[in-house]
């Protein structure tokens, strides 16, 4: 029971970082054009925490859930903040080869 409202929590916690990265990516990239979206992102973001929070608490108390849930969190933040900055480097590189054969021109 308790292992399974723990994955539960994890599970939760993985929708609120998917949410907040949503929102951060609509929000840079299309200012004025997704408000709507973004607030629906950043609803979801916090309703996904505390329904994680209250999964994590209720399996292991207040105390221990709390520290699980920030656990969690951490680890679903670092993993999607590795995984952006290696997205971003393909995506340089990609980048970089292309204007490289576009220098390598004759004029």
């Known amino acids: ?23 951060n990516y609509c929000a840079c990239t299309q200012a004025g054009q997704c408000d709507n979206p973004v607030n629906h992102y950043w609803l979801g973001a916090m309703l996904n925490a505390l329904v994680s929070l ?6 292991l108390h207040v105390e221990l859930g709390t520290l699980i849930w920030l656990t969690l969190m951490g680890s679903c ?3 999607a903040f590795i995984s952006a900055k290696q997205s971003k480097k393909r995506q ?7 204007n490289a054969l576009l220098t390598s021109e004759t004029n």
């Open 1 to 23: 029971m308790i292992i399974s409202l723990i994955i539960a929590g994890l599970i939760f916690c993985g929708a609120s970082v998917f949410c907040f990265y949503k929102a």
């Open 92 to 98: 340089c590189s990609k980048t970089n080869s292309a």
């Open 54 to 59: 209250a999964l994590c608490c209720i399996a």
């Open 77 to 79: 933040f670092l993993g």
